[in-house]
C-alpha cells in the first residue's frame, strides 16, 4: 500500500470512528477522553504495517504518528480522567483512583516513550531476526511483531502484561531514541498495553 492510499484508509477508519461515537452515548471527559485514545490507536494502526515491513517505511510519517501519542499522553491524559468520570459507556476502571500514582507514572512513561519514538524514526528499522537476542531478553520473550497482543487485545497481551511492564517502564526518552524505529515502537505498544491492562476493562 503506497502512502496516499494509505492516509485515505486513516481517513476512512476515522470516519467511521466518528460514527461509532455518535452512537456510543458518551459525554463530557469521557467522551474526550474516548476521542484522545482513538487519535492514540489509529496513530498505533497508521504505522503498524510498517514497522512488521510489510509497506515502505518513511520516518516522517513515524515521527507525525509519535508526535500524536506525545500530545494525548503524559499531562494530556491523566487531564482527561477527573474523579469521578466513570459514567457509561467508560471502560475505565475505578482503580485509576485508587492508584493514581501508578497511573499518572504510566501516562508519563508513555509521553516519554513516545518522545524517544520520534527521535528513533531516523534510526530505521533494525536488522531482521534479531529479536532472539537482544531484543528478546529484553522483552521477556514476547513476539514484538503482534500489535494486537502487544495492546493487551488478547489473552497472549495479557499474559506478556508483566514483561511489558518491567522492561519499558522507567526507561527514558534518551534510551528509546536509540533502538531501531521498530524496536522503539514495539516499546510504545507495550506501554498502551501496560495501563489497559490494569485500567481498562475488557472490550469482549
Ligand atoms: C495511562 C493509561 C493509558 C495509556 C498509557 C493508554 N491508554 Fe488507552 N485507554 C485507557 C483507559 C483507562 C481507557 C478507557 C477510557 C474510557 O472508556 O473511559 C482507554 C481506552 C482506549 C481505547 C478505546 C477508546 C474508545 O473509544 O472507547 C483505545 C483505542 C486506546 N485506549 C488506545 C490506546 C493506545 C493506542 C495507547 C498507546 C499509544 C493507549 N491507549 C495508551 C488508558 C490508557
Redesign the pocket.
Known amino acids: 500500500m503506497n502512502r496516499m492510499t494509505a492516509s485515505v484508509v486513516a481517513l476512512a477508519a476515522t470516519a467511521l470512528?466518528g460514527a461509532?461515537?455518535a452512537h456510543?452515548g458518551?459525554t463530557g471527559k469521557?467522551k474526550e477522553?474516548?476521542?484522545a485514545?482513538?487519535e492514540?490507536?489509529e496513530?498505533?494502526k497508521s504505522v503498524a504495517p510498517m514497522m512488521r515491513g510489510e509497506a515502505q517505511y518513511d520516518a516522517d510519517t513515524l515521527r507525525k504518528a509519535a508526535r500524536t501519542?506525545a500530545d494525548?499522553?503524559g499531562n494530556a491524559?491523566?487531564a482527561d480522567?477527573p474523579e469521578g468520570?466513570?459514567h457509561d459507556?467508560?471502560?475505565?476502571?475505578p482503580a485509576?483512583w485508587q492508584d493514581w500514582d501508578r497511573?499518572?507514572a504510566?501516562?508519563q512513561?508513555?509521553k516519554a516513550t513516545?518522545l524517544g519514538l520520534e527521535r528513533a524514526a531516523n534510526n530505521g528499522i533494525g536488522p531482521t531476526g534479531d529479536t532472539s537476542d537482544g531484543m528478546g531478553a529484553m522483552m521477556g520473550q514476547s513476539d514484538s511483531g503482534d500489535m494486537d497482543a502487544m495492546?493487551g487485545q488478547s489473552d497472549a497481551g495479557a499474559m506478556m502484561m508483566g514483561n511489558a511492564q518491567s522492561s519499558v517502564m522507567g526507561m527514558s526518552a534518551d534510551q528509546i531514541a536509540q533502538m531501531p524505529a521498530d524496536r522503539a515502537f514495539a516499546m510504545?505498544?507495550k506501554?498502551?498495553s501496560?495501563?489497559?491492562g490494569d485500567?481498562?476493562?475488557e472490550d469482549d
Do not use: D, Y
Request: aromatic content about 8%; charged content about 15%; hydrophobic content about 60%.
Open positions: 470512528a461509532a461515537w456510543s458518551a469521557v477522553r474516548m476521542e485514545m482513538k492514540m490507536g496513530a498505533m501519542i494525548n499522553a491524559l491523566t480522567f468520570s466513570l459507556p467508560s471502560e475505565a476502571l485509576i497511573f499518572e504510566i501516562a512513561q508513555m513516545a495492546m510504545t505498544a506501554v498502551c501496560a495501563c489497559h485500567f481498562r476493562a
